[in-house]
């Protein structure tokens, strides 16, 4: 309720569509053309060529200079290893059959050999973001220009470089705080993504292309996502049989590490916050101090001490309770599935309590010590008062964090890759026993090569976690009134 | 009356210390549970063990409390060739240390800097900034990590057979280039600072950068030390970024996380290695452990800074 009445009056404020916005782009651009000085007018076609006109010489400058370098850019198409930039990477990225090479001699109509498809595909959108960047500055420099006449009109002074410079630590500081992760993370986290995802639509995919003694690749539409279905290509009957079952198990998989950890960790810090307890500090750091160690070593510390050869097996020998050892994560290819499922979820206990006690500690002593109070006074008992207080306040704080906390684990790598390597194997595939999608997706694209595959299943993944955040997320309270904070 | 109330009040008391020592001893026994392997790693750090032929057993061992114990472990790791590099995991310790110092700068202030704009800042793009960092985000990481790849070799800065050791700087590149991206959690943090301060600060006339600096920031100590420990530990972590960016044959540019991993599970592994890596967990997890505990108060502020607001 809150979060729909909040929501109104906020699409109001931000007030234009998305058509309307574009369409007020449009008639802004043509006012601009028609009404601005004759340096506004030719900036549409030179960057800098109004800040020129108004004297602000090195803005006008740096706009002349980045058009020249991005427009050499797209003209002469430099090269690295044998694959170009430019309009060159635009038409090779077009092609149908990029499969042919890098280099096109448009005279003989042959590709120059040594080329390299996944550049190619690389390079090609490295320039479709050239020409963003591209249009941005086009839009900036003629704003730049037009904000100049506005500001003669009016009798003022053109803003000087140094006034500029002042500005970005005011005005537009966020431009200045941004622009440095704007450009990192468009290179080395948007681009990649966007890749991946193309590589889905191709057939890279090492293990063909060295059977067929190439290293070029062509785009085939929706083939791999088919394959899923269908099992066609070479990783398609692979993709076919196990998709389902590895996707099922991530599910219980993510269900199950989300909630045991969760409620785990709040009884854990209900026992450690008891009142009257001594030591409690001590209590705390010998689960911190878990935590602090990287989960590498203590996870295959875990790994060998459970192993075939490990103390804990040697043990139950002993014991007499066990004639032979136990493959309990399923490294070898007939251990028992279902002990090894069970395995990696009881050690994710292992993993994640101390991280939930921690949380929750700090929430759990905010809570009204009159509610407790109340409780006592009306008899209450303690489990009884756990589920009517404790429980809905620390499940009302923590949402957010229970929702990410089950997207982590969805994507969570280390635990089975550390423990079981995904195993008990099953001849024949890659995905294994207690393989989860990601690392899934590792073994298909690392271990095999088989990039296009890899790629569907991230964005199967993707899918799933978006469609996951998309319905709690969006809903919530922290995000609806995100900005109610401020 | 007062019989009765005083055997009330004794049995509640009675109570109470049943439950108390029920709770210490189910504290205790978890207690064990949790540091068993921890302990069982160190103990084999220290194990010195010989077989009658005077073989070294370095493998698993079916004993949990070694016979013997002695440095050896310790020594062989300074000194010992791995994959073809002498010396192998003093180097690796110190291309660690300087990836991790170098990722902390960088990260700790990209992720200010975004906070800060996206939690006190008003702009056009706000909400959409936010909207795709968050959508990025679900992506699986290891998705685009075989394109940063593709992506560091194709300018040199891995795989590069002139200059291996670029391979460092892509890696500090891959670790913090995106860093700014996960901003949600100091945001938090800065969402929780009073905008009257930073309003009142405006009427001022200080600039915005005035405010970051002077308000924000000394304000802001609990996150910085949260970030810069985040980013500075993550390096002595991750065994599979490193090692697919640095390259598989590119040992002597390895993280020493990949260095210890590929000892047990590396194109030649030896089973016999497994007390010389206990030994080499040893010695990482002292600093990253000591620094933890060192900064637990602010690891905990980072936490719940984040886990609460999402």
């Given at each position: 309720?809150?979060?729909?009445?909040?929501?109104?009056?906020?699409?109001?404020?931000?007030?234009?569509?998305?058509?309307?916005?574009?369409?007020?782009?449009?008639?802004?651009?043509?006012?601009?053309?028609?009404?601005?000085?004759?340096?506004?007018?030719?900036?549409?076609?030179?960057?800098?060529?109004?800040?020129?006109?108004?004297?602000?010489?090195?803005?006008?400058?740096?706009?002349?200079?980045?058009?020249?370098?991005?427009?050499?850019?797209?003209?002469?198409?430099?090269?690295?290893?044998?694959?170009?930039?430019?309009?060159?990477?635009?038409?090779?990225?077009?092609?149908?059959?990029?499969?042919?090479?890098?280099?096109?001699?448009?005279?003989?109509?042959?590709?120059?050999?040594?080329?390299?498809?996944?550049?190619?595909?690389?390079?090609?959108?490295?320039?479709?973001?050239?020409?963003?960047?591209?249009?941005?500055?086009?839009?900036?420099?003629?704003?730049?220009?037009?904000?100049?006449?506005?500001?003669?009109?009016?009798?003022?002074?053109?803003?000087?470089?140094?006034?500029?410079?002042?500005?970005?630590?005011?005005?537009?500081?966020?431009?200045?705080?941004?622009?440095?992760?704007?450009?990192?993370?468009?290179?080395?986290?948007?681009?990649?993504?966007?890749?991946?995802?193309?590589?889905?639509?191709?057939?890279?995919?090492?293990?063909?292309?060295?059977?067929?003694?190439?290293?070029?690749?062509?785009?085939?539409?929706?083939?791999?996502?088919?394959?899923?279905?269908?099992?066609?290509?070479?990783?398609?009957?692979?993709?076919?049989?196990?998709?389902?079952?590895?996707?099922?198990?991530?599910?219980?998989?993510?269900?199950?590490?989300?909630?045991?950890?969760?409620?785990?960790?709040?009884?854990?810090?209900?026992?450690?916050?008891?009142?009257?307890?001594?030591?409690?500090?001590?209590?705390?750091?010998?689960?911190?101090?878990?935590?602090?160690?990287?989960?590498?070593?203590?996870?295959?510390?875990?790994?060998?001490?459970?192993?075939?050869?490990?103390?804990?097996?040697?043990?139950?020998?002993?014991?007499?309770?066990?004639?032979?050892?136990?493959?309990?994560?399923?490294?070898?290819?007939?251990?028992?599935?279902?002990?090894?499922?069970?395995?990696?979820?009881?050690?994710?206990?292992?993993?994640?309590?101390?991280?939930?006690?921690?949380?929750?500690?700090?929430?759990?002593?905010?809570?009204?010590?009159?509610?407790?109070?109340?409780?006592?006074?009306?008899?209450?008992?303690?489990?009884?008062?756990?589920?009517?207080?404790?429980?809905?306040?620390?499940?009302?704080?923590?949402?957010?964090?229970?929702?990410?906390?089950?997207?982590?684990?969805?994507?969570?790598?280390?635990?089975?890759?550390?423990?079981?390597?995904?195993?008990?194997?099953?001849?024949?595939?890659?995905?294994?026993?207690?393989?989860?999608?990601?690392?899934?997706?590792?073994?298909?694209?690392?271990?095999?090569?088989?990039?296009?595959?890899?790629?569907?299943?991230?964005?199967?993944?993707?899918?799933?976690?978006?469609?996951?955040?998309?319905?709690?997320?969006?809903?919530?309270?922290?995000?609806?009134?995100?900005?109610?904070?401020? | 009356?007062?019989?009765?109330?005083?055997?009330?009040?004794?049995?509640?008391?009675?109570?109470?210390?049943?439950?108390?020592?029920?709770?210490?001893?189910?504290?205790?026994?978890?207690?064990?549970?949790?540091?068993?392997?921890?302990?069982?790693?160190?103990?084999?750090?220290?194990?010195?063990?010989?077989?009658?032929?005077?073989?070294?057993?370095g493998?698993?061992?079916?004993?949990?409390?070694?016979?013997?114990?002695?440095?050896?472990?310790?020594k062989d790791l300074f000194t010992a060739t791995y994959y073809g590099v002498p010396g192998a995991f003093p180097r690796w310790m110190l291309n660690t240390?300087?990836?991790?110092?170098?990722?902390?700068?960088?990260?700790?202030?990209?992720?200010?800097?975004?906070?800060?704009?996206?939690?006190?800042?008003?702009?056009?793009?706000?909400?959409?900034?936010?909207?795709?960092?968050?959508?990025?985000?679900?992506?699986?990481?290891?998705?685009?990590?075989?394109?940063?790849?593709?992506?560091?070799?194709?300018?040199?800065?891995t795989g590069n057979p002139s200059h291996p050791e670029y391979s460092v700087?892509?890696l500090?590149?891959?670790?913090?280039?995106?860093?700014?991206?996960?901003?949600?959690?100091?945001?938090?943090?800065?969402?929780?600072?009073?905008?009257?301060?930073?309003?009142?600060?405006?009427?001022?006339?200080?600039?915005?950068?005035?405010?970051?600096?002077?308000?924000?920031?000394?304000?802001?100590?609990?996150?910085?030390?949260?970030?810069?420990?985040?980013?500075?530990?993550?390096?002595?972590?991750?065994f599979?970024?490193a090692k697919v960016i640095i390259g598989a044959d590119n040992a002597r540019y390895w993280t020493v996380s990949v260095g210890l991993y590929s000892m047990l599970f590396g194109t030649h592994p030896d089973t016999n290695l497994?007390?010389q890596f206990?030994?080499g967990?040893?010695?990482?997890?002292?600093?990253?452990?000591?620094?933890?505990?060192?900064?637990?108060?602010?690891?905990?502020?980072?936490?719940?800074?984040?886990?609460?607001?999402?």
């Amino acid at each position: 309720m809150g979060a729909k009445a909040n929501k109104t009056p906020k699409n109001q404020k931000t007030g234009l569509t998305f058509v309307e916005r574009i369409s007020k782009s449009f008639s802004d651009f043509g006012k601009r053309f028609a009404d601005g000085s004759p340096g506004t007018k030719l900036s549409h076609f030179i960057f800098g060529a109004g800040n020129f006109y108004h004297k602000q010489y090195i803005k006008g400058l740096i706009f002349l200079l980045l058009q020249i370098a991005i427009l050499a850019l797209m003209i002469f198409c430099p090269s690295i290893n044998g694959t170009p930039y430019g309009w060159k990477a635009l038409r090779n990225l077009s092609l149908t059959h990029v499969s042919e090479g890098g280099d096109f001699d448009p005279f003989t109509g042959q590709f120059t050999s040594g080329s390299d498809c996944k550049l190619m595909v690389l390079f090609g959108f490295v320039t479709i973001a050239m020409i963003f960047i591209y249009i941005l500055l086009w839009n900036k420099n003629i704003q730049s220009s037009y904000k100049a006449d506005m500001d003669r009109k009016v009798g003022k002074k053109p803003t000087t470089f140094k006034e500029d410079l002042k500005e970005l630590l005011d005005g537009k500081f966020h431009v200045m705080m941004l622009t440095p992760t704007c450009i990192a993370a468009t290179i080395f986290t948007i681009l990649p993504t966007i890749f991946m995802i193309a590589l889905a639509f191709t057939t890279y995919n090492s293990q063909d292309m060295n059977d067929l003694g190439t290293n070029l690749f062509h785009w085939n539409g929706l083939q791999n996502f088919r394959a899923v279905f269908t099992g066609e290509g070479s990783l398609g009957i692979e993709i076919k049989n196990r998709f389902l079952p590895v996707l099922g198990w991530t599910f219980i998989w993510a269900i199950f590490a989300t909630l045991t950890c969760y409620f785990g960790g709040i009884i854990l810090a209900l026992l450690i916050n008891k009142k009257g307890l001594k030591g409690k500090k001590v209590f705390r750091t010998v689960f911190i101090f878990t935590m602090a160690v990287p989960q590498f070593i203590s996870l295959l510390a875990v790994r060998n001490l459970l192993g075939e050869y490990g103390p804990f097996n040697s043990l139950l020998m002993q014991l007499g309770w066990i004639a032979k050892p136990i493959g309990f994560l399923g490294l070898h290819p007939s251990d028992s599935e279902k002990l090894a499922k069970v395995m990696v979820i009881l050690i994710n206990m292992w993993v994640g309590i101390p991280y939930t006690m921690l949380m929750t500690s700090g929430i759990l002593m905010n809570i009204p010590a009159d509610l407790y109070e109340a409780g006592r006074v009306d008899g209450a008992s303690t489990v009884k008062m756990f589920r009517k207080i404790t429980l809905p306040y620390v499940i009302f704080v923590t949402t957010p964090y229970l929702i990410s906390s089950f997207i982590g684990n969805i994507n969570s790598f280390n635990t089975i890759f550390l423990l079981t390597g995904g195993g008990p194997t099953y001849t024949g595939y890659q995905a294994g026993g207690t393989d989860l999608l990601v690392t899934w997706l590792y073994k298909v694209t690392i271990d095999q090569g088989s990039y296009n595959t890899g790629a569907v299943i991230g964005i199967f993944t993707f899918i799933i976690t978006a469609t996951i955040t998309l319905i709690t997320y969006r809903r919530s309270k922290a995000y609806n009134e995100e900005d109610t904070f401020q | 009356m007062s019989t009765e109330k005083k055997k009330r009040v004794s049995s509640q008391s009675r109570n109470r210390r049943v439950s108390l020592g029920a709770t210490y001893t189910i504290l205790i026994i978890l207690g064990i549970i949790w540091l068993i392997p921890l302990v069982w790693i160190v103990l084999s750090a220290f194990r010195c063990q010989y077989q009658p032929d005077g073989t070294f057993i370095g493998r698993v061992t079916s004993n949990f409390f070694p016979k013997q114990f002695g440095l050896k472990n310790f020594k062989d790791l300074f000194t010992a060739t791995y994959y073809g590099v002498p010396g192998a995991f003093p180097r690796w310790m110190l291309n660690t240390l300087i990836i991790a110092i170098i990722d902390c700068i960088i990260s700790t202030f990209l992720v200010l800097s975004v906070a800060y704009c996206m939690s006190k800042l008003k702009f056009k793009l706000r909400k959409t900034f936010m909207n795709v960092s968050m959508i990025i985000g679900l992506f699986p990481g290891f998705m685009s990590m075989i394109a940063i790849y593709f992506l560091l070799k194709s300018i040199g800065l891995t795989g590069n057979p002139s200059h291996p050791e670029y391979s460092v700087i892509g890696l500090v590149l891959a670790y913090s280039a995106g860093a700014g991206m996960g901003f949600q959690i100091a945001k938090g943090f800065f969402d929780v600072i009073p905008n009257a301060l930073v309003e009142s600060a405006k009427l001022d006339g200080c600039t915005s950068f005035k405010i970051f600096q002077r308000i924000i920031l000394p304000l802001a100590k609990p996150i910085i030390i949260y970030q810069a420990l985040m980013s500075f530990t993550g390096p002595w972590m991750d065994f599979i970024f490193a090692k697919v960016i640095i390259g598989a044959d590119n040992a002597r540019y390895w993280t020493v996380s990949v260095g210890l991993y590929s000892m047990l599970f590396g194109t030649h592994p030896d089973t016999n290695l497994f007390t010389q890596f206990a030994a080499g967990c040893v010695i990482v997890a002292i600093p990253i452990v000591t620094l933890f505990m060192f900064l637990q108060k602010y690891y905990v502020e980072g936490v719940t800074a984040g886990a609460v607001k999402g």
